[in-house]
């Protein structure tokens, strides 16, 4: 079953997003107005050291008001690479820059209300440049071990699917031989 945009109005935006109104024909032919949010891609990183350890960011997030581990993640700019996004936002957040960057998924984190594609990257490999420029975006960072991952999850305390997605994905590549 097919639902099919006739039309779509901006209704408010700014350099990060829109929020826009789509009129909407349903299969049976009615019409509903369903508003959505157009957002810039968004870049993700992390890296796992030779421990199996994995950088993580413990931060706020005054939306929902909780605590959580998360992958150092920003939008991506006009004309920028998105790997080099993913790199450039490592560096900023954790004061890591991480080697070659490699592929681990893209994901629409909540595609029934925005068209978000977040391009999650890993590094096997990072050199510590110094204290975050964007420190205020998280209050630690911290390599945590990849076995403990699945346990943070269950507790509730990786509450970005996104994240969590990604790092059982990680934890599964690096540990599940081994």
């Known amino acids: 079953m097919q639902w099919t945009k006739q039309n779509e ?13 789509a009129d909407v024909e349903l299969p049976d032919g009615r019409h509903l107005d369903h508003f959505l949010i157009r957002l810039r891609p968004v870049a993700v990183a992390t890296v796992v050291n030779r421990a199996n350890e994995v950088l993580l960011l413990w931060r706020h997030r005054f939306i929902t008001d909780s605590w959580g581990w998360e992958l150092a993640a920003g939008v991506v700019e006009d004309g920028e690479d998105i790997a080099s ?4 936002e490592l560096e900023e ?17 909540s595609n029934g209300l925005t068209d978000a594609r977040h391009h999650i990257y890993w ?4 050199e510590y440049v110094g204290h975050p420029v964007d420190d205020f975006e998280s209050d630690r960072r911290e390599w945590v071990p990849l076995k403990v991952v699945p ?3 269950a507790r509730g305390e990786v509450p970005a ?9 990680l934890h599964h590549m690096r540990l599940a031989d081994g």
């Open 9 to 21: 109005q901006t209704v408010y935006e700014n350099r990060w997003f829109s929020v826009n109104l």
């Open 85 to 88: 996004a993913a790199a450039r």
């Open 93 to 109: 957040e954790t004061g890591w820059r991480p080697g070659s960057l490699y592929h681990l998924m893209s994901v629409e984190p």
């Open 123 to 126: 590094s096997d490999r990072a």
């Open 151 to 153: 346990d943070l999850i």
């Open 161 to 169: 699917a996104n994240m969590a997605a990604a790092l059982l994905l």
